[in-house]
């Protein structure tokens, strides 16, 4: 079955400091990834996708993210977070069968000052 | 752009009432979704129209009835509600919503209180 997991429910970070938030995929076909961003009270902002081609994918607000198929994984990067980047953030696998995507749990970043 | 957009921004309703939410996209897409979220966990999928049509009904309960008049509107008609569904209601879009590359892009949702 497909699935995707966010091993990190919440991650506190220094304002600053490098971000990295895990994602690992469970797919039987050329998995199509994306991460989305929630702030609080919000609907979710396409961040980037992966579909094919370069496995370095580069997103809006200054985020990356690299497809790893040996490690079935799509880990999302930030070299410098800012305080603005609290939220929380969804990686999800798919669509498939007309429009399903599949979410991971999330993962609450906090941010210090 | 992509926006779309959802009203209202904040609903509270009784158990007996009814109310509509509504989603509205300008970017010539052709699929759209409702979801809905609980604090702290990712959106559900509850229904998807492709094309105008019902495509996908996640076994939604019938007090929720979505419809879609056009291409461009998408609405949730509730009815007979429950305190549990109370949660936040989140529209999408995407160009197809039959191609496996196809992108979803989200609205800002409806806060719904059912008291």
């Known amino acids: 079955a497909q699935s995707v997991t966010q091993p990190d429910i919440h991650i506190t970070v220094s304002e600053g400091a490098s971000l990295e938030l895990r994602c690992n995929y469970s797919?039987?076909?050329?998995?199509?990834l994306f991460w989305y961003v929630q702030s609080p009270g919000q609907g979710l902002q396409l961040l980037l996708k992966?579909?094919?081609?370069?496995?370095l994918v580069q997103g809006i607000k200054g985020f990356e993210a690299e497809f790893k198929r040996s490690q079935s994984s799509f880990n999302l990067r930030k070299p410098s977070v800012h305080w603005s980047d609290a939220a929380e953030y969804f990686c999800a696998v798919g669509p498939n069968q007309g429009g399903k995507l599949i979410f991971g749990q999330g993962t609450e970043l906090s941010v210090k000052p | 752009d992509t926006e779309v957009t959802q009203t209202p921004k904040h609903l509270v309703m009784g158990m007996t009432n009814k109310k509509s939410l509504k989603c509205e996209q300008h970017m010539g897409h052709r699929a759209m979704y409702w979801y809905k979220q609980k604090a702290k966990k990712p959106p559900e999928l509850m229904f998807v129209y492709s094309y105008e049509k019902l495509s996908i009904n996640e076994s939604v309960p019938s007090r929720f009835s979505p419809e879609c008049p056009n291409s461009s509107l998408l609405n949730l008609h509730l009815h007979a509600l429950q305190p549990e569904d109370s949660a936040l209601y989140l529209c999408?879009?995407?160009?197809?919503?039959?191609?496996?590359?196809?992108?979803?892009?989200f609205g800002p949702g409806t806060r719904l209180t059912v008291l």
């Open positions: 999408a879009s995407s160009q197809l919503g039959t191609s496996a590359t196809d992108t979803q892009y």
């Open positions: 797919y039987g076909a050329t998995p199509y």
């Open positions: 992966y579909f094919s081609g370069d496995t």
